[in-house]
């Protein structure tokens, strides 16, 4: 399936050389750039809470005004030149862009009776287009989004998400431009790409529905902006909306509706229907919680706006994902049941009704489970290995052998068809799909994607574990160019939040960074799911600091282990990890050579005041109450900055259609850093036509790849790496 090429082995061979001298002892100190970033000054706002004083040298920047965008554009063109001083930087990115583009890369499969749905990004694109394949092999593209892009004259473009309807002859898209996620809602004709129906603006994060003869669907929809709305009013009051394809979408459920139970302005509203049972269900989100309030209701009384809906989970239920046939409701719960496990009861039925499906156990996380003709496929884990189960109808459970070892990153399933597509990758081994038959338990390779032939022996990946300082073992994987440890320049990524998992999926990048003679590895921090519930809550609220004491685990342990000095070490987080990443720097600033926050949360004391701030508060708390505030407090890097500290190099990083974290957070840090006596280089990385990374094209990925990159062979010593003054 994977067409070999000659890329890796020529081009990778040549970028190899500086990085693999590094390791045995040519290393220099890293040179400052020529240069100075351009100053601010700073207006410090004193404010108390719960008898503590707290003083922000830079609370101004967070209106945003065109001083301090300006300053923020200067920041960027000033880390623009320092990058491109380094000299190997750019036959890194030429090598990396050229590797990249010889895979082609599919994701969010959705099945059909007659069709395969996905969005791809061909060999040599820079973008994902949806496509469709028939059974019979045939495929064409119903979203060309370089024509997209063209048409809005160079202005990005990106498909957000699509659903397409249950007889695959329409589908639902959703496009956003330059990195905003302000989605707009198209429906297409599947036969010939022409628009059905809208656009629908305000579909943001929509979850679109169909009802199953595909007249019409279930959408959400933020509210409408109102003059002089605070701007933390922009994810409140969404409400769930039917759409007949002909008028406008009427909403029928949401707080500023008026209909159906759910009254809190922060919880999202959105509707799924129940396949083949004239069901819809209700789900109400509490900002970014997993656990969700579930009700149902006849689809007719729902889609005419006078449903009484019945509850069949409210949040202490612990329900964190669900799934339906025609008959039964099968839920995913942590309820006494860290490593989770799967109910199931009828459609009229309740909680009282439900039966255990599939039981929790100490070695297996369960992650998602996927309704089919056939019965319910699970996807878990177990350690950093997938699991896949099928529950037949009758319920009896069997575990599927998996056609190759790895992670399982999706499952696509419909309700009224048997089997299954499943996606299975590794560090080192590209993503593959294919379609499991049930009635013969046999795996069929789809043929989905291609690139070049990669030998996982060409690597040393290994799963360790790090001692937390409460003796806890910490996850950690290390990807390395093979052979003997020595020390090497060393990226270290952490997240930590939200229960997400960083797993062992595969990026060129990773790839990348080991050809060249660096090092890659991930800590996976409490505060993550790799190990469940129990493991999410040990690094959340007053426990975060287990988060960034676990990286810090993880960076001595690779040092112990010989992989990397603190000379050599950078870390890295991204979004809610850059409160990981930006602690640990903070809290122990002698243990690394360098810092990068991408798009990251490094001042969580101020995160409440944002757009995106109310969603995130189930996760973070408020500065409202005592406990929130100290926190919030305790994890806000910005705040631990202090000006006779001598703190690693940063290299923080920004979009400013950034719709997630404002790009006045990282701007922050930036300036908090540089106001220090005796600075290591503070780099402000600026893109100013994307956003939080949802959508960027791959030529921008690339390009920050190779900044990150350049960053961490500079900071580590390389001598080749050295940016010229």
């Keep these: 399936m994977y067409r070999g090429t000659a890329i890796l082995g020529v081009a990778f061979a040549v970028l190899a050389a500086a990085p693999i001298s590094a390791q045995s002892g040519e290393r220099v100190n890293p040179i400052a750039p020529s240069g100075t970033p351009p100053g601010l000054a700073a207006q410090a706002v004193e404010e108390m809470y719960f008898g503590t004083k707290v003083i922000d040298p830079f609370r101004f920047m967070e209106a945003m005004d065109p001083k301090t965008i300006a300053w923020i554009k200067a920041q960027g063109a000033y880390t623009r030149s320092v990058f491109d001083s380094i000299a190997p930087r750019a036959e890194y990115l030429r090598t990396l862009s050229a590797f990249s583009a010889s895979f082609g890369f599919v994701r969010s499969v959705q099945v059909t009776r007659n069709h395969i749905f996905y969005l791809e990004r061909k060999p040599g694109s820079d973008v994902y287009d949806l496509v469709v394949r028939a059974s019979g092999g045939q495929t064409h593209t119903l979203v060309d989004t370089k024509a997209l892009i ?64 595909g007249s019409g669907l279930f959408l959400g929809r933020l509210q409408e902006p109102r003059p002089g709305a605070a701007p933390t009013d922009k994810y409140l009051n969404s409400s769930s909306s039917y759409w007949d394809l002909n008028g406008p979408p009427v909403p029928m459920a949401g707080a500023a509706t008026g209909l159906g139970p759910i009254k809190d302005p922060v919880v999202f509203a959105r509707t799924r229907v129940v396949p083949g049972a004239s069901r819809a269900i209700l789900v109400g989100s509490n900002g970014v919680q997993q656990e969700k309030e579930v009700w149902i209701a006849p689809l007719g009384d729902a889609s005419a706006r006078r449903a009484q809906w019945r509850q069949i989970a409210n949040r202490d239920d612990d329900v964190t994902a669900l799934s339906a046939s025609s008959t039964t409701l099968y839920l995913l719960t942590h309820k006494d049941a860290p490593t989770f496990k799967v109910m199931a009861l009828p459609l009229d039925g309740t909680l009282v009704h439900a039966r255990t499906l599939v039981v929790a156990r100490p070695d297996r996380v369960i992650e998602s489970i996927h309704a089919a003709a056939d019965g319910l496929y699970v996807a878990g884990r177990q350690g950093l290995t997938g699991v896949l189960l099928h529950v037949r109808p009758g319920g009896t459970v069997t575990e599927v052998k998996l056609p190759v070892r790895g992670i399982i990153s999706e499952v696509a399933t419909d309700a009224t068809l048997p089997g299954a597509v499943v996606a299975l990758e590794g560090w080192v081994n590209p993503p593959a799909y294919f379609r499991y038959d049930s009635t013969k338990d046999t795996f069929t390779d789809l043929n989905l994607i291609y690139g070049p032939t990669l030998e996982p022996k060409n690597y040393s990946v290994t799963e360790m574990s790090a001692a937390a300082g409460d003796g806890t073992q910490i996850p950690l994987s290390v990807i390395a160019p093979p052979g003997p440890i020595s020390p090497r320049p060393t990226l270290l990524d952490a ?200 959508g960027t094209t791959k030529s921008i990925r690339d390009a920050e790849d190779a900044d990150i990159a350049a960053f961490v062979f500079w900071r580590a010593g390389v001598t080749d790496w050295q940016p010229k003054r």
């Design 495 to 694: 997240y930590g939040a939200y229960g997400i998992s960083n797993l062992p999926t595969f990026s060129p990048r990773i790839v990348a960074l080991a050809d060249a003679g660096g090092v890659y590895a991930e800590c996976h921090v409490r505060g993550g799911g790799e190990l469940g519930e129990a493991w999410r809550l040990g690094g959340k609220d007053a426990n975060k600091p287990n988060t960034w004491r676990d990286f810090i685990a993880c960076a001595e342990a690779l040092i112990a282990k010989g992989y990397t000095t603190r000379e050599m070490l950078t870390i890295q987080g991204t979004s809610a990890g850059g409160i990981t990443v930006g602690r640990a720097a903070t809290e122990r600033p002698d243990l690394f050579a360098g810092a990068i926050a991408r798009v990251g949360g490094v001042n969580a004391l101020r995160l409440q005041v944002m757009p995106s701030g109310p969603a995130n508060i189930p996760e973070f708390g408020t500065f409202k109450d005592e406990q929130g505030f100290k926190n919030l407090l305790a994890m806000d890097a910005y705040q631990h900055v202090r000006d006779d500290v001598q703190y690693p190099a940063f290299l923080l990083t920004t979009g400013l259609n950034d719709p997630r974290v404002e790009p006045w957070e990282p701007a922050k840090m930036a300036a908090r850093l540089l106001k220090s006596a005796d600075h290591a280089p503070v780099l402000l990385r600026v893109e100013e036509a994307a956003g939080h990374g949802m």
């Design 150 to 213: 063209k048409a809005a004259g160079g202005v990005p473009q990106a498909i957000d998400y699509f659903t397409a309807s249950r007889d695959g002859k329409r589908v639902a898209v959703g496009i956003s431009a330059g990195g905003s996620e302000a989605s707009v809602l198209t429906v297409l004709d599947t036969a010939t790409a022409a628009t059905v129906a809208g656009p629908i603006d305000r579909a943001q994060w929509s979850l679109p529905s169909w009802t199953d003869n």
